[in-house]
Nanobody, 115 residues
Framework: QVQVAESGGGLVQAGGSLRLSCAAS????????MGWYRQAPGKQRELVAG???????NYADSVKGRFTISRDNAKNTVYLQMNSLKPEDTAVYYC?????????WGQGTQVTVSS
């Protein structure tokens, strides 16, 4: 059994910063990739940023230059540093972890950016 838990969401003013953390724990042999997704009300869940065990990253165009994903492989933990936040970044942010054919999701953490 694998558990994925996010933390670090909250309310911030436009232009501010937040740092999200996500830890995967349990019966894990190897985590291949971890990522952050978000879902705003009435919209589909979308990829924000992902990172492989080798450190290769990818970002949604809407967050490039503002968000940075990083990872601590030893701790199976991934971070999302979010700078220059905009009201349109408001969403529930979900972390996922993938190993082979398996994917695990966290419960999500709310990020609200006020204008």
């Amino acid at each position: 059994q694998v558990q994925v838990a996010e933390s670090g969401g909250g309310l911030v003013q436009a232009g501010g910063s937040l740092r999200l953390s996500c830890a995967a724990s349990g019966s894990i042999f190897r985590i291949d990739a971890m990522g952050w997704y978000r879902q705003a009300p009435g919209k589909q869940r979308e990829l924000v940023a992902g990172i492989t065990s080798g450190g290769t990253t990818n970002y949604a165009d809407s967050v490039k230059g503002r968000f940075t994903i990083s990872r601590d492989n030893a701790k199976n933990t991934v971070y999302l540093q979010m700078n220059s936040l905009k009201p349109e970044d408001t969403a529930v942010y979900y972390c996922n972890a993938r190993s082979g054919i398996y994917t695990w999701w966290g419960q999500g953490t709310q990020v609200t950016v006020s204008s």
